[in-house]
């Protein structure tokens, strides 16, 4: 990842006085441009190159929509997270749905949303809840793939057909409001006025759950993880930013587990919503971004230059989930009976390790309701091929110089980060240490 300069930082008793640059103010603004992003109903999805060839299954892996923070700031003023006010104002995203396992019985027991409504944010409001912004933002990522996939290219009928699509969330509350919200905007008219079952939204137990890092149900991934939020300083150029917020919200200078992806998080969630934050944060706003992602991409794939640790880690970290899309391409492929699209709402940290695994750069923090499509494709002569979008732009993916790609060279790449069950149970209990 390429470095950009870091803000000087004078600190005086009145506050702080930056010594800002064009380039930094650019930063700054691309920050706040990403935390406030609305997606358009109309926004283009890339067509394909070559029309001829069949489209034959999507993969659609989207991030949920604007919510509450999940933590505070310590030793800053909280801001006002009104549960009568950020609720309101998305009445086009509601329809009915059931939730289930992932045979198809009783919803499984959400763990991770029960931490999440120990206690209220000041205000009312629960942590971690999509609001009207966020519901606003799912629907028309809907409406977006309607206007692709049904209008444009007629993949999908126009019609709601509950064999055509196979819907799943990870089982927290944000996640399943943005699929919910995502099927209004694609089918909601449809839905309103059919007499059918509801649609089905498949959840997986926490301790399972293959659509992000499951530090919950892997040892090895959950120790590793937690040494990197104790010690931050282990992320190479980190602690330099550590030290200037620490100073800057007065905390001790040892205090090495300073949450610098939940000051982002919290930052970030503020400016969605419009609220105020403290303004000495904002020349450090892309400084904060960039050490946030440099400590999630090193606790999901540990240093780039110790590949031991990496071979061992990543494929816990991302293989049950590349497991899962390989799967669903070979299914299509030899033609047994599947989906024409499976969608799979989750978070940030089940994009980013899926764009690690494609070579897309992570640059920037994936935006609320940011999306990866993984199309696969037939030509007359029963050759396959992938194609990988990003936020709707075709990327090229596993060092190709072609947005196309033969399926094989697809799989290949990502066989490397593959995992079999047995062997994923087993390395779950032989944890990693940081060096």
Not at 149 to 178: C, K, M, P, W
Request: proline share 5%; net charge neutral; hydrophobic share 35%.
């Amino acid at each position: 990842m390429v470095r950009k300069k870091t803000v000087n930082i004078l600190w005086a008793v009145s506050g702080v006085v930056a010594a800002k640059t064009l380039s930094c103010n650019m930063d700054v603004d691309s920050v706040r441009s990403r935390a406030t992003f609305m997606r358009s109903p109309d926004h283009a999805i890339d067509q394909v190159s070559d029309p001829s060839l069949r489209l034959k299954t999507v993969q659609i892996f989207f991030r949920h929509g604007a919510r509450t923070p999940v933590r505070t700031i310590p030793n800053i003023e909280k801001a006002n997270w009104d549960e009568k006010k950020l609720f309101e104002g998305a009445p086009d995203t509601y329809i009915d749905y059931d939730l289930c396992n992932l045979d198809g019985g009783p919803r499984p027991e959400a763990h991770v949303e029960t931490l999440y409504r120990r206690e209220r944010l000041s205000g009312g409001s629960f942590k971690g809840q999509l609001t009207a912004r966020g519901m606003n933002q799912m629907y028309n990522l809907g409406k977006s793939y309607r206007k692709h996939y049904v209008d444009q290219i007629g993949y999908l009928s126009t019609e709601f057909n509950s064999t055509d699509i196979y819907f799943r969330s990870t089982n927290i509350a944000r996640t399943i409001a943005s699929l919910r919200c995502v099927v209004a905007g694609l089918y909601g008219k449809s839905l309103k006025s059919l007499k059918s079952d509801p649609v089905k939204i498949y959840l997986a137990d926490s301790e399972s759950e293959t659509l992000y890092p499951n530090w919950q149900g892997c040892e090895a991934v959950r120790k590793f993880v937690d040494n990197i939020c104790k010690n931050t300083d282990v992320v190479p150029g980190v602690r330099h930013g550590r030290l200037q917020l620490q100073e800057l919200i007065d905390l001790h200078e040892d205090h090495h587990h300073l949450d610098i992806v939940s000051i982002r998080d919290n930052l970030i969630a503020r400016l969605a919503h419009g609220l105020s934050y403290p303004t000495f944060f904002e020349p450090l706003l892309d400084m904060i971004e960039r050490h946030a992602i440099d400590i999630t991409m090193f606790q999901m794939i540990a240093h780039k230059d110790n590949h031991s640790q990496q071979h061992h880690l990543f494929p816990l970290m991302v293989g049950p989930l590349v497991n899962l899309i390989l799967e669903n391409i070979g299914n299509s492929i030899e033609k047994k009976r599947c989906p024409k699209l499976y969608m799979y709402s989750g978070h940030d940290t089940t994009l980013m390790p899926l764009l690690a695994v494609l070579n897309i750069d992570v640059d920037h923090w994936p935006p609320w309701s940011a999306d990866l499509i993984i199309e696969l494709y037939e030509n007359k002569q029963s050759e396959h091929f992938i194609r990988v979008l990003y936020m709707g732009k075709e990327k090229n993916v596993c060092d190709s110089e072609e947005g196309l790609i033969p399926v094989e060279k697809f799989q290949k790449c990502l066989q490397q980060y593959t995992i079999k069950p047995s062997d994923y149970a087993k390395n779950c209990s032989s944890p990693v240490q940081v060096q």
